[in-house]
């Protein structure tokens, strides 16, 4: 079973995407109250090899060896990713043998290291966050290293502008009550104007958050913000089914891994296997008699969870 390759799951900004899960679950500098894998209990700004390179790169092999389609190879999962210290020789090592675009799916915190800019040489397009427009708000949102500050992160960001020449599509994730006003909204687009990015995002809770009190923002007002931050920001809007014309054999450890990294609905589990729907259904039935996952309603959707 593999250990460190999930999916593909669809994804709202990536299409089919292949996951490549580089720390151990909750392995973050940040603590966000609107993470969908629950709270960091201890974050962190240590770098270090906590996967094994040459076993993660070997799975995507493997993986790719299969003939899977795919739009993309998102270095993510379930924490920080360039909190591996090799997460450039993983994406290098992968473009060797692959064509298929490698993504960074990242919170974008540890930009201002010269050596984590560096190590995106062979990565396509680069996807960081950016939720505060000053210190308290960024203080609310992440609960962050206390080594870590905006200022910090927005000098990054910029630096990694100057030195990448990749894509990098900024997403703007939206909590009612913290980073919504007309005020906090134009203090995010003060700096995403120092930033430069190719494309803004804005996001909301659609999955269950690592804090109750997180609802989304409405669709109303989440178009309203779109407005403000003018022609190279989007809604993301919700997930939709991707077509699977590929039917592949599937198992409840299979569902059990990709609901490990985030919580998913029937339908993402059916897309991200490349099964049909009833086949899900089944997965998930196994797995709740089981013990192994709990339901949760978000949003009016059924999402599976770890229990």
């Known amino acids: 079973m593999a250990r460190y390759v999930y999916g593909p799951v669809p994804s709202r900004r990536l299409g089919r995407s292949l996951g490549v ?38 799975e995507v092999r493997e993986r790719l060896r299969e003939g899977v389609p795919l739009d993309y190879i998102t ?20 473009r060797s043998f692959s064509r ?11 930009f201002y290291l010269p050596d984590v800019r560096a190590a995106c040489r062979a990565i396509s397009v680069i996807l960081p966050t950016l939720d505060a427009g000053d210190e308290e708000t960024f203080r609310r949102v992440h609960r962050p290293h ?40 134009r203090k995010i687009q003060a700096q995403i104007e120092r930033i430069r990015p190719d494309r803004i995002d804005l996001n909301t809770a659609v999955r269950p958050p690592a804090e109750g009190f997180v609802k989304p923002v409405p669709p109303e ?47 993402d589990i059916a897309a991200g296997l490349s099964i049909h729907p009833s086949e899900a259904v089944k997965l998930i039935q196994r797995l709740l008699a089981e013990g192994k996952v709990t339901e949760v309603l978000a949003g009016g959707r059924r999402f599976y969870r770890p229990r």
């Open 221 to 267: 007002r989440l178009a309203q913000i779109r407005d403000m931050l003018g022609p190279k920001a989007r809604v993301i809007a919700e997930m939709a089914v991707v077509p699977t014309p590929l039917e592949m054999a599937a198992t409840a450890k299979d569902a059990l891994e990709m609901i490990r990294r985030r919580p998913c609905t029937l339908e």
């Open 146 to 185: 206390p080594d870590l500050t905006l200022e910090r992160i927005v000098q990054g960001l910029v630096a990694l502008r100057q030195e990448y020449a990749g894509q990098i599509w900024l997403e703007v994730f939206l909590v009612p009550g913290l980073n919504t006003s007309d005020e906090e909204v």
């Open 75 to 94: 270095l993510g999962g379930s924490g920080e990713p360039t909190l591996h210290s090799s997460f450039g020789i993983v994406a290098e090592q992968i």
């Open 21 to 58: 899960d580089l720390v151990p679950l909750k392995t973050c500098s940040l603590n966000c109250v609107f993470c969908q894998l629950g709270r960091t209990l201890q974050p962190t700004l240590e770098r270090a090899e906590y996967v094994p390179t040459s076993a993660v790169v070997e």
């Open 100 to 110: 298929v675009p490698i993504a960074l799916l990242t919170n974008g915190s540890l």
